[in-house]
Structure formats: C-alpha cells, structure tokens
C-alpha cells in the first residue's frame, strides 16, 4: 500500500462513560500526519465533528480555511453537534481559538471573522460583505434569532455603527453591538493598552467566556507570544438566559466583500461548565506567505543590490536638478495647440485652491471617471464650482483630459453639465464644470432622499436627458456617444433639471461614419449585448442604456439586484414579463403609490423595454424617443408589442442569440459625482 502524506482537521474530545454522549468540550491543535487509513488517533482526535460550507475548507497546505481568496462569499465551520446550554450545572461556557487574517492587499481587507452561537448550524438565507456571513437585511436585528456573536471586523460600517475599521464587539442578534472596543489589549505590568491589526496576518488568540452565576461575559485578545492578559479587552454583565436556547450550535463565520482575505482557525478549544483546554502553540501550522510579503521580500533583495549605488546617483541626481527644475517650469507656460483649439479659458491654480480649500477631504464629493471631484468657490466671484482633478497615476489620465476638453468644452445644452475651463499645472490636471448642489439623482432612488421623487419630477426627468442625448447624437456637428448613461451620472440642477455629464467614456465620430473597435466599457446592467461581439459603442447602445435608465426611474430599482427573487434580478426581463401578463403597471416603483399618470407611466415603460431591446436594429433612434415623450407621435400598439416580445432569443436570428453567452471583462466606471457636481 502506497502512503502519502495528507493534512486533516482533527478535533480531540473527552467521552463521558457512556459512548452515546455528544462530547461538550474539545480542543483542535492544528493537523495530523496520518497514513491514508484515517483512524482514530491514539491521543483521541477525531474526524467529522465539524460541518464546513460555503468558502470553509481544509487545504492541502494542513491550515483551516474559513474564507478564501474569492470575493462577496462567505463560509461556515461549526461544531456539527448541538450542545445543551441549559442542561449545564450554571450556564457558563469558555472557547480560546487562535486566528489569522491575510489579506490580498496591505490595507484592503475582507469584512471580518466572528465565533457564532446560533440555534441552526445551517444559517439560510446568510449574506458576505457587511452581514459577516449569519445575517441578511431581513433578519438582522430580530429577536427570533437567538444569535450570539463575537465579531472581528475589519472593515467600518457606517449602517451598523461600527467605531472604525478595526474593532471587537459583542453582537445580540443583529450587527450593531452592545459593545466594543478597538483591538487590542492592557499589559499586565503596566496597564497600558496596546493597539493589534486584527488583519496583519500575524495569529493572535481569543478567549470569550461567560460566568453563568454573576452573569459576566468576557472577551479578551492578545499577540499568541504572550499570555492571555488579565483585563479582559471587552467585559459586560450579560444575561444569555433569554438569548440561549436549550440546544445551541457554535462555530465561525465570516466574509469577504469588495476585497479578498484568507480567514485561517489554527486552533481552538471549547469547555461547557469549565475552562476551555489551554491549545498547544507546538503543533499550530504555518501561515503560507502572503503576496504582499513575497514582494516586501524582493524589494528588500532590491535595495541590497541598489545601496552601494545611492552615493554616484545623488551626485547625478544634483548635476541634473537645475535642468530638470528649469523644464518643468517651462512645461508649465506652455501653451500647447490643442489648449488653443479646444477653447474653454485656463484657470488659475491658485484660484483652485482656494476655492477648493486646498483640496481637502471635507469638500471633496465624490470620485468620477479616473479622478476625484471637489466642491469649490471661487474667491473673484464667488461662484460655486466642481473641481475634477484627475489622478496622477492614472494611466488614462490625459487621454481622458483631452476628450473631456474637446467635447464638454464646447457642449452649449441646458441637460448637459457644462464645462467651465481646466487648469494644467506641472502634471497635474483639473476641470472646473458648473456646481450641481442637488447632486445626483442616484441619491433620490437609492440614497438618504429615497421616495421624495414624485411622477411628476421622474418624467421630466426622463425627457430632459433624452434631449440631452438627442442634441449628442444628431444635433452636434459630431456624433458623441457618451458609453456610461446610468443614474450615478444624471445630475439634478437648482430647478431640478436633469443634466447629463460624466463624458470620461465618451467617444466621437462623424454623421454617417461606424465607431472603431473599442474596449467594452461601461457599468453592468446598461451595456448592450451586442457590445460583447463587436466591441463598438453606437448611438445604439447609448439608446440601450438609456432604455435601462427610464425603467430604473419608474421602478425605483437598479438594472441589477443580485439579492432579488431570481425571476426580479434582471429589471428589464421583469418588466417584460409584467408586460406579458398583461399587468405591467406592477413595475411601478411601490413608493409612488397611486400618485402617478397611467398613461405615462405604460408610455416610459413599454418605451424603455423598446430601447433596451437586446436586438440593436429594433431599437428607434433619439428624435424618434424624443417625439413620443413629447407626444408628437405614438407608440404602435400592436406592432409594439410583437416587437418587444421578439426579444426572446430563441425568437431572435441565430447571430444576435450569440450576443447573450459570452461577454468578456467590463470595464466599469465610477459614478461622476457621487454628492452633487
């Protein structure tokens, strides 16, 4: 028999006389090295007292995996057996376990860990990012659910008052503590507090024990190089009586959201009436070497390299200052001809910066195409402005400079964000466009001012960024096709005028000429199919876009819901399929109400299905659109309809069906504004 060397999670219990008791204490040391028969060890260490899902695993390398390298999942590991919490002589319970989070990149962690006790080993219906995997939107905060929970969060949640990015604290059946504390721990000696990453990637160890009789519960952290401190990090008089079922589960959760991180259990202990076994930092396995640490390794082989050089690259630095000095002040008077021709005037950049009080972080609104966008007043005339500084090290930098400054510059159109001037100084590159104080209209259908728009303001809305759009597509001397229509880039004026902005993606070509190949850009759920075959941006695909857009006006909902039922995670196919049943007035964003006009209402969404029709030739052009919003003309009711239904592929000719089973990498933009423009 051939043997190979396997790592397994093993956990080691204490058997009662009778053979038929669930074991109510346990420590895990880390792995064994068996033989391949996997039998019971003689030091007592068993398999299958653990039930893994999600993103928990063993892996090869012998490390208890809770949450891996993939992005907005979470994972499970619970003891696969219930304990009789109230059949104990006082209630009390004690667990130690020793963790370590590694994150993808230095400062960009996952959302956390946390040791949950819970009525169900299952958790249906759980969510990753924020709700650290054992809770949902619907069922945070009930008191049906008889969580208990220890969290380790590493990433700050405004919505569930989390103190910062770095915290323990103690969770009743929702997300929002009762306590916390920052991690860290009091020395001994001393009794000064000592901060910890929680996501370094270096182990550190937990105990979380509860006193039945003087109702006490304690929580304490520490490095695993020191002993467990005697102040506890959080410490709470806790009444678990009422939060405790007869039969609980207990184990870990946790997840990952925008970033990845490796959630690793090295060890663990856990005592029903008693003190958890004391976990042997002897048999724990070994962290694998992160990225960011194999890279802090080269470069420091680097500049072992590179240091006996320092001494001759300074004297060559000093021999080539004054030269350089003396260009870059000469870069920063040039006027080049493509300053001249596009036309917008040149601002100060001193007056930038006092407008913009520095650029500080106070008055900066948001992050648009490849650059943050700051609020401003200029100091002559105390006009308010938005200031667009686009990035230094961004690789599009410039190229998204120029296309800004020969198309916004010279856009004159009351739905369009008009461009003010720019500023260049040294590499550095600002644009200055009108202020827009009520920002975006993102805000009104998903923000703080949610439900505040009424039909009235929506199907205005609507039609002023379809003139808008009617005047880039066929009333400019140009064609422009702006590439990124979404709700983020719609601005909302003092008169609560829609205006387009955002051209960062925009792309010109003359009347009567085809767009050239591109990438695929734009933001999920407003792409057009065909873009995935071709690679081209047309008046088409604004049009598909803009067909999305209207639909998530009148329904209140984005493109795309990930958390809807599965039959409402596509708007435009529920929309379809309302109108199927013949009862598509059932879109309607639910907190219009009745307060809307039927007519209008059945005239933006039947319009926006048309729009979005996944067949570009059924598509009709924006003066078309523009004359059935202003009711110059009307929409075909028969023929309407077996248009719109013949978006189904099967229906559709073979070539276009293809459009729908392969779309390559997106790349997606930023909103323009996030607060206002």
Avoid at 240 to 253: A, C, E, K, R, W
Avoid at 429 to 436: E, I, K, Q
Avoid at 634 to 659: G, N, V
Wanted: proline content about 5%; aromatic content about 10%.
């Amino acid at each position: 028999m051939s043997y190979r060397m396997i790592m397994i999670l093993s956990l080691l219990v204490q058997i009662g006389t009778s053979t038929n008791n669930i074991p109510d204490d346990f420590i895990f040391n880390g792995y064994l090295k068996l033989d391949g028969t996997a039998e019971l060890g003689s030091d007592g260490l068993f398999n299958g007292y653990l039930k893994l899902d999600g993103t928990a695993e063993l892996g090869s390398d012998g490390l208890f995996t809770i949450s891996n390298s993939s992005r907005q999942e979470s994972g499970h590991a619970f003891y696969n057996f219930p304990i009789h919490f109230k059949n104990s002589t006082n209630g009390s319970f004690s667990t130690s376990f020793i963790f370590a989070m590694v994150p993808e990149f230095r400062h960009l962690s996952g959302h956390g860990l946390a040791f949950v006790i819970s009525p169900t080993k299952d958790l249906p219906g759980s969510l990753p990012s924020q709700y650290l995997g054992f809770f949902n939107a619907k069922n945070i905060g009930l008191s049906t659910n008889h969580i208990l929970a220890v969290e380790l969060d590493t990433l700050q949640s405004p919505e569930f008052n989390d103190i910062n990015d770095n915290h323990v604290g103690i969770d009743i059946n929702s997300l929002i503590s009762i306590k916390s504390a920052p991690a860290g721990y009091f020395a001994d000696k001393t009794g000064v507090f000592n901060n910890l990453s929680l996501a370094s990637g270096n182990p550190m160890q937990v105990w979380v024990e509860y006193d039945g009789i003087h109702w006490q519960f304690n929580v304490t952290l520490s490095p695993i190089n020191l002993p467990k401190p005697k102040q506890p990090l959080l410490s709470l008089a806790l009444d678990l009586s009422p939060i405790l079922l007869d039969y609980m589960y207990f184990g870990f959760s946790s997840s990952t959201g925008a970033f990845s991180t490796n959630h690793y259990i090295l060890g663990w202990s856990f005592k029903l009436d008693g003190q958890a076994p004391q976990i042997d930092l002897s048999r724990l396995p070994k962290l694998p070497r992160n990225r960011q640490q194999n890279e802090d390794k080269h470069i420091k082989r680097i500049l072992a390299i590179i240091l006996p050089l320092i001494a001759f690259l300074i004297l060559v630095v000093i021999i080539f200052g004054a030269f350089a000095m003396s260009r870059t002040k000469k870069i920063m008077e040039v006027l080049e001809d493509w300053e001249v021709q596009f036309g917008p005037h040149r601002f100060n950049y001193k007056d930038l910066f006092i407008a913009t009080k520095g650029f500080k972080d106070k008055v900066l609104l948001g992050r648009g195409g490849f650059g943050r966008v700051y609020h401003g007043v200029l100091p002559t005339s105390n006009i308010q402005v938005a200031v667009k500084r686009v990035s230094h090290d961004s690789r599009q930098g410039m190229r998204e400079f120029v296309a800004e400054i020969a198309t916004i510059g010279r856009l004159r159109h009351p739905n369009l964000v008009r461009l003010l001037g720019y500023c260049r100084r040294n590499q550095e590159l600002l644009l200055v466009y009108d202020f827009m104080p009520n920002g975006s209209l993102e805000k009104y259908l998903y923000g703080q001012l949610k439900g505040t728009l009424n039909w009235k303001q929506r199907f205005k809305i609507i039609r002023d960024i379809a003139s808008g759009l009617f005047y880039l597509h066929q009333q400019w001397v140009q064609v422009i096709i702006h590439r990124d229509i979404k709700a983020s880039n719609i601005l909302i004026d003092n008169e609560f005028n829609g205006r387009l902005g955002d051209f960062g993606l925009a792309k010109l070509c003359d009347h009567g000429i085809d767009p050239q190949t591109s990438h695929v850009a734009g933001t999920l759920g407003y792409i057009a199919p065909e873009m995935a075959r071709t690679g081209k941006a047309s008046t088409s695909t604004d049009l598909f876009a803009f067909g999305a857009f209207m639909l998530e006006v009148v329904c209140g909902r984005r493109p795309v819901e990930p958390r809807a039922s599965p039959d409402e995670v596509i708007l435009i196919d529920w929309v379809f399929e309302c109108l199927e049943r013949g009862n598509i007035l059932k879109a309607i964003d639910q907190q219009l109400g009745a307060e809307y006009v039927v007519e209008e209402a059945e005239l933006i969404l039947k319009l926006g299905l048309l729009c979005s029709h996944t067949i570009a030739a059924a598509r009709p052009s924006m003066s078309t659109v523009v004359q059935y919003l202003e009711g110059e003309a009307q929409l075909p009711a028969e023929d309407l309809i077996y248009i719109i239904k013949s978006r189904d592929f099967s229906e559709a000719p073979k070539e276009q069906a293809l459009l729908s089973i392969s779309i390559p990498p997106i790349a997606i933009s930023e909103p323009f504004i996030s607060q206002g423009r």
